[in-house]
């Protein structure tokens, strides 16, 4: 009996031992299944009662990345990963459930990582923030195209080479959005320019926003082809897509109609605003600027076919050539946008000499002191009384415009100066000059729109004619003035 009893006891070690080898092949451990076990219990694997069973503690990393545990000698399309399984060194993780996103050339990870290509969703395995990053399609992402099958429908036509994945995943390109100045997105997202159907690749929910337009949205207008018919004209740089894509200021016809122009009603307006004419936000209205004329010698305009008591002159107004000046018993007028100080208010003493001189002018000619520039009254002002006694006799301009904003009266609008009559322009032309030295410089914005508006005001006036010329001193004489940055600034002006 004793022999017996030691076999029994020499063979119980062993057969234990043997029945926790499955598990042990596998990094697991065999314990009491109440216990904690990270990784999961697996039955089967382990001797002893049927609460005893194999804990794969060690291979919780792999499981965490949606990943199976098994010798690296079997297949694993989703490719293996090192140290993250328990048991010998051949036992790797195979990322299995990676696999669908690994076959369009992605990568599983945590939806926070930043991902050019954008995150695809139940394609990778593990928690539900591990989604499948498609970092290679970034090139056809980055023009707005979309990685799809190629037997798909795509309305802009695909290219190759932009996307991961099998050969036949190409890019889908939104050539008809793009063409028109627009973006392809999802049309839950914000668009100020407002969407687009039919223009964009993919799902239906992908529309086309023309964002690019949205600075002639804002004017009222609407960006097409400008070889269609636009009744309130045509503005350029407002609208994206081609050259010819432009602004056509459509919502702005009735103000147009009437001879106004739509702009923000906080700039002057020398013939008065008028609500609901204009297209875009509440601030944008019609300032009858081409009345002014009209307004400025107390008329209305008005239909010619209208009765008017004070009889019609035409060339006051704007809009159609039907609506004329129907003249009130006002007469005179003032300037609007401009301050002028007159000859006395900066200090000079009566003409020496002058001869009148035909008005209106029928050109505009452009100077410049080539001295010190003035930003104030009192240094306009002692700029005026200097040039006054540099040896003529008296100061030689009709007007000068100081970095004030204001404009100085020189000769005024009728007498030309007296030195130099036997100038050919003198007798038809205006000579205003911008005080400073604008070689390598322009004068300021305040100076420009003062130089502006003093035209303004002597059309309104009838002292310079509506089709006048405008010219640079070096267009008539053998002189650099008004220097180079001004003279290349008038260039750009109307009527240059």
């Known amino acids: 009996m004793m022999w017996k009893a030691i076999i029994c006891h020499a063979f119980l070690v062993p057969l234990a031992l043997g029945n926790d080898a499955p598990c042990e092949s596998i990094g697991g451990t065999c314990q009491q299944d109440t216990l904690p076990c990270p990784g999961g219990?697996?039955?089967?694997?382990?001797?002893?009662?049927?609460?005893?069973?194999?804990?794969k503690q060690n291979d919780e990393p792999c499981v965490n990345i949606g990943g199976i545990c098994q010798q690296d000698t079997l297949s694993c399309p989703?490719?293996?990963?090192?140290?993250?399984?328990?048991?010998?060194?051949?036992?790797?993780?195979?990322?299995?459930?990676?696999?669908?996103?690994?076959?369009?050339?992605?990568t599983c990870q945590d939806d926070s990582k930043p991902c050019c290509g954008g995150y695809e969703?139940?394609?990778?395995?593990?928690?539900?923030?591990?989604?499948?990053?498609?970092?290679?399609?970034?090139?056809?992402?980055?023009?707005?195209?979309?990685?799809?099958?190629?037997?798909?429908?795509?309305?802009?036509?695909?290219?190759?080479?932009?996307?991961?994945?099998?050969a036949n995943r190409r890019c889908c390109k939104d050539t008809p959005c793009v063409s028109i100045g627009g973006t392809c997105q999802d049309d839950s997202l914000s668009c100020c320019g407002g969407y687009q159907s039919l223009?964009?690749?993919?799902g239906v929910n992908r529309r086309c926003c023309k964002e690019k337009d949205e600075p002639c949205v804002s004017i009222g207008g609407t960006c097409h082809e400008d070889t269609l018919s636009c009744s309130g004209g045509y503005q350029s740089g407002l609208c994206g897509g081609g050259v010819n894509r432009r602004c056509c200021k459509e919502r702005?016809?009735?103000?147009?109609?009437?001879?106004?122009?739509?702009?923000?009603?906080?700039?002057?307006?020398?013939?008065?605003?008028?609500?609901?004419?204009?297209?875009?936000?509440?601030?944008?209205?019609?300032?009858?600027?081409k009345d002014a004329p009209c307004e400025r010698i107390g008329g209305t305009c008005q239909q010619d076919s209208l009765p008017c008591f004070g009889g019609y002159q035409s060339g006051l107004c704007g809009g159609g050539v039907n609506r004329k000046c129907c003249k009130g018993s006002g007469s005179g007028g003032t300037c609007c946008g401009v301050k002028i100080y007159s000859r006395r208010s900066w200090g000079a003493k009566p003409l020496r000499s002058s001869t009148r001189m035909s008005t209106p002018a029928s050109l505009f000619i452009v100077h410049h002191t080539a001295r010190s520039s003035c930003n104030d009254f009192t240094s306009c002002a002692a700029e005026m009384r200097f040039l006054r006694k540099k040896g003529w006799s008296d100061i030689s301009y009709n007007f000068l415009v100081g970095e004030d904003g204001a404009v100085y009266e020189g000769r005024g609008w009728n007498p030309v100066r007296g030195p130099i009559i036997r100038y050919m322009y003198n007798?038809?032309?205006l000579a205003v000059a911008v005080m400073g030295n604008f070689i390598n410089r322009k004068p300021n914005a305040a100076a420009l729109n003062a130089l502006k508006n003093?035209?303004?005001?002597?059309?309104?006036?009838?002292?310079?004619?509506s089709t006048y010329k405008l010219y640079g001193h070096r267009d008539v004489s053998w002189t650099a003035c008004p220097g180079d940055a001004l003279y290349k600034e008038i260039k750009t002006w109307p009527r240059y």
């Open 41 to 55: 219990y697996q039955s089967g694997l382990c001797g002893g009662g049927v609460n005893r069973r194999c804990c």
């Open 78 to 106: 989703g490719g293996y990963q090192s140290g993250l399984c328990g048991g010998a060194a051949n036992r790797r993780c195979c990322k299995e459930k990676d696999v669908r996103c690994v076959n369009i050339e992605g």
């Open 252 to 289: 702005d016809t009735p103000c147009v109609n009437i001879g106004g122009t739509c702009q923000d009603d906080s700039q002057p307006c020398c013939g008065g605003y008028q609500s609901l004419l204009c297209g875009g936000g509440v601030n944008r209205r019609c300032c009858k600027e």
């Open 121 to 166: 969703t139940n394609l990778c395995g593990g928690g539900r923030n591990r989604r499948c990053c498609k970092e290679t399609d970034e090139p056809c992402v980055s023009f707005g195209g979309t990685c799809q099958q190629d037997s798909l429908f795509c309305s802009g036509g695909y290219q190759s080479g932009l996307c991961g994945g099998a």
């Open 427 to 429: 007798h038809r032309r």
């Open 199 to 202: 223009l964009c690749g993919g």
């Open 454 to 465: 003093l035209i303004k005001c002597g059309i309104n006036l009838g002292y310079i004619t």
